[in-house]
Every structure is written in structure tokens, then in C-alpha cells.
């Protein structure tokens, strides 16, 4: 776990930096250099873009399931071996990748590297720093965030120019020792001993018959559900939409010029939903109710879906959706590991974590695939139409559930 807190604040932590580093070196080789990659093995190996793009699908399904798995691990204070033994175990993927010379071959592999991606990306990352620094999290999670934002930008740049220079495989070489020999070491000094880790039976934990029970209550929550429903519906809507950004901004009158900038600027609001989160409550010198925050993220989420629809041939309202939908689910991905500790606990946080991000990792895994299907069956106003419900419906069920919770206090 990471050593106790540096008083000079989290910024000069230099376990974080670490951490921070780590985490955008395990993004960027793990699961940006996918898409980087995906036109050269089109080349390369023939294969089809669905049938490649199917690989990516395998691995976040597999990623998800590994992150219970990795809960436990880090509820056991496993942290530092398990991310930094995901992203070594990644990067040797990597290193197998171009000697694959059948579709299923590249398929196992990918499944493989679902495991390290569920090992060392945020959701195992976010656990140990929310176990660590509880309801204060959400600026160690900032930096990580703000770093790892960079991730897409330095693997679509360096593997193009690796590409370009030798070939696509050199560039998968490059990034397996950037995992292997950077990423690992990083994670290694960052996260330190989880001095609240469950290492004996005080709390029952360690043993399969008490981690069953402690499950099965666990589901048997109300306020479980409709955290992973709210978490799943917000996955769903986001990557529904981006995986048909450019053609849904096309249909809604923007250029070919204004739609890449504007689908382009959707990280950057992610960003910067976080920081200017941070930056108004440092200003009011007070932090804004975690609830409260998770429910202005929900309103914002809806509207974003409101102002896409009405948006036909009037660039302000798309812009403004450009603002509230990237703004939404980053201040979404900021307070959801945070919100998670308040409403079910802190105690085997790991576990609690991954189990309600189950839904979450598959709705990034299906998303693009129910897009596409909605998008040619019946139309972009039909998938617009089916994101804005899900965020309704979502934001409505989690928004029910947390005023039943609180009525019941």
C-alpha cells in the first residue's frame, strides 16, 4: 500500500508520480496500442477489423472477471505484486504478439492480456488508493487520471513513428519493455505494505466460506444494484457514443474538420471535469458531498443527451453536448470508486470494487458492437435515442435507491 500520506500534499508525493506513470504506460501499451495497431494487422494478417476488434472485446470481458480476483488480492495487501506482476505479464504478451499465426492464437493472447489488464489498469489502481486515502481520494485519483489522459496520445504517437521507421512489430517490442522494465519497477516503488490488509481470519475474510457470505450479502444490497446499474448504464452511453462520434456529429450538421476537433476535445473535457471539480472546491474552500457530486454527474449525463438530439444544424448545442458529456463521465470515473467506499463500505474494499465494476468493464466491451448493430438496423436517432435512455434510466434507479438509503437512516 502506499506510505502514509506526504504532508507537503499529494502533488510532491513521489510514490504517486510513480503510480502516475505507471498507470500511463499500462494504458498506453495495453489498451491504446489496440486501436494503434488495428489498420497495420489488417495489412499484416488479413483479418477483418470485426474479427480483430472481437480480440479487444475478449479481453476487457476477461479483465472484468479478473478484477474480483484482483480485489481479493489487494483486500489481502497483494497490491504491489499484483499490479506490478499484471503489467509484466502484459508486456510479455506484447512480446508474442507477432509471432501469432492463426486468429484463435491471437484471441488466447488478448485473453491473456485481459488479465494484466485487470491487474494494473484503474480499477485495481483506484482500489489502493481509495483504501488508502478513503473519502480523500479524489485527488490522488485526479493525478493518476490527468497523467494516464496522455496515455492514447504517446501510444498512437510513438507506435506510429516505431512503425514508420522499422515496422508494427518493432513497436510492439518497445512498448513490452516499456511495461516490463518501467511500468513493473514504478508500480513496485509506488505502492508500499496495505497495513490494512485482511492477512488473517480476524475479519474472515481469508477463508472461501467467509468470502461467499461476504458476497452474497453484498448482492442482496439494494444500493450494490443500482451502483452497478448506474456504473454499467454510464459505460454503455459513453462508448456507445464515441465508438460512432464521427458519423454522429456528421449527422447532426458538422463538418468533417468540426467533427474530428470535436470528438477530439471529448478527453480533454474528461480532464477537465476532474480538475475543475477540484479547482471550485478548493476555491469554496470545502468539498462538495460525494452524493451529491455522483447526481450532478447523472443531470449532467441526461442533458448531454437532450442537447445531442436537438442539436440538428446548431454547432453551440453540440459543442455544449461536447462539454457535458466528456465533463459528465469524467467526474463519473473520478467519484466512482470514491462513492463506492461510502455507500457499501470500505472494509474489503478490493472486492466490493471490482464486483460492482463487473458491469461496468462489459458495457466498454459490448458497447461498440450494440452501437453499430442500432446505428445500421435503425439510425443515429435511434442510438441517440437508446443512449439517453440509459442514462436516464440509470441516473433515476441509483437517484431512487440512494433516497431510499437515506429516508431509511
Known amino acids: 500500500m502506499l506510505q502514509d500520506q506526504n504532508k507537503s500534499g499529494v502533488w510532491s508525493n513521489p510514490r504517486l508520480w510513480a503510480i502516475s506513470v505507471g498507470e500511463t504506460l499500462a494504458w498506453a501499451g495495453l489498451f491504446y496500442l489496440f486501436p494503434a495497431s488495428l489498420i497495420?494487422?489488417?495489412?499484416?494478417?488479413?483479418?477483418?477489423?470485426?474479427?480483430l476488434s472481437a480480440a479487444l472485446m475478449v479481453a476487457l470481458v476477461v479483465s472484468a472477471f479478473m478484477g474480483i480476483v484482483s480485489g481479493k488480492l489487494i483486500d489481502k495487501g497483494f497490491g504491489r505484486e499484483l499490479m506490478s506482476g499484471g503489467v509484466a505479464l502484459g508486456g510479455i504478451c506484447l512480446l508474442f504478439i507477432p509471432l501469432v499465426g492463426s486468429l484463435a492464437?491471437?484471441?488466447?493472447?488478448?485473453?491473456?492480456?485481459?488479465?494484466?489488464?485487470?491487474?494494473?489498469?484503474?480499477?485495481?489502481?483506484?482500489?489502493?488508493?481509495?483504501?488508502?486515502?478513503?473519502?480523500?481520494?479524489?485527488?490522488?485519483?485526479?493525478?493518476?487520471?490527468?497523467?494516464?489522459?496522455?496515455?492514447?496520445?504517446?501510444s498512437f504517437i510513438l507506435s506510429a513513428t516505431i512503425s514508420s521507421v522499422f515496422n508494427w512489430e518493432a513497436s510492439f517490442y518497445v512498448f513490452s519493455f516499456l511495461l516490463c522494465f518501467l511500468a513493473a519497477p514504478l508500480f513496485w516503488i509506488g505502492i508500499y505494505v496495505d497495513t490494512k490488509a485482511n492477512l488473517s481470519t480476524t475479519e474472515g475474510f481469508s477463508e472461501s466460506k467467509s468470502s461467499t457470505t461476504f458476497f452474497r450479502s453484498l448482492v442482496k444490497k439494494p444500493i450494490f444494484w443500482s451502483l452497478s446499474i448506474l456504473f454499467t448504464a454510464f459505460a454503455l452511453n459513453h462508448i456507445m457514443l464515441i465508438s460512432q462520434i464521427l458519423p454522429l456529429l456528421e449527422a447532426r450538421g458538422a463538418s468533417?474538420?468540426?467533427?474530428?476537433?470535436?470528438?477530439?476535445?471529448?478527453?480533454?473535457?474528461?480532464?477537465?471535469?476532474?480538475?475543475?471539480?477540484?479547482?471550485i472546491e478548493k476555491y469554496l474552500k470545502r468539498e462538495f458531498e460525494i452524493i451529491g457530486v455522483a447526481l450532478f454527474s447523472c443531470v449532467l449525463l441526461v442533458c448531454a443527451g437532450v442537447l445531442l438530439y436537438y442539436s440538428g444544424m446548431r454547432p453551440l448545442l453540440l459543442g455544449l453536448f461536447v462539454v457535458f458529456q466528456g465533463g459528465?463521465?469524467?467526474?463519473?470515473?473520478?467519484?466512482?470508486?470514491?462513492?463506492?467506499?461510502?455507500?457499501?463500505?470500505?472494509?474489503?474494499?478490493?472486492?466490493?470494487?471490482?464486483?460492482?465494476?463487473?458491469?461496468?468493464?462489459?458495457?466498454?466491451?459490448?458497447?461498440?458492437?450494440?452501437?453499430?448493430?442500432?446505428?445500421?438496423?435503425?439510425?443515429?436517432?435511434?442510438?441517440i435515442g437508446t443512449t439517453f435512455l440509459l442514462a436516464l434510466v440509470g441516473s433515476v434507479i441509483f437517484s431512487a435507491s440512494v433516497g431510499i438509503k437515506i429516508t431509511q437512516k
Open 40 to 51: 497495420r494487422w489488417k495489412l499484416h494478417f488479413g483479418w477483418s477489423a470485426s474479427e
Open 105 to 154: 492464437e491471437f484471441y488466447i493472447l488478448w485473453a491473456v492480456a485481459g488479465i494484466a489488464m485487470g491487474a494494473c489498469l484503474y480499477d485495481p489502481c483506484f482500489a489502493i488508493l481509495t483504501r488508502h486515502y478513503a473519502s480523500n481520494a479524489k485527488e490522488p485519483i485526479v493525478m493518476v487520471t490527468l497523467f494516464a489522459g496522455f496515455s492514447i496520445t504517446l
Open 256 to 279: 468533417s474538420t468540426s467533427a474530428v476537433l470535436m470528438a477530439s476535445a471529448m478527453g480533454p473535457m474528461q480532464v477537465g471535469g476532474r480538475i475543475g471539480l477540484l479547482a
Open 328 to 383: 459528465s463521465f469524467g467526474i463519473m470515473n473520478l467519484v466512482k470508486p470514491v462513492i463506492t467506499a461510502r455507500l457499501l463500505g470500505e472494509s474489503n474494499f478490493g472486492l466490493i470494487s471490482a464486483v460492482v465494476g463487473v458491469g461496468y468493464i462489459c458495457g466498454f466491451a459490448i458497447a461498440p458492437g450494440v452501437s453499430g448493430f442500432i446505428s445500421d438496423a435503425w439510425g443515429i436517432d435511434s442510438l
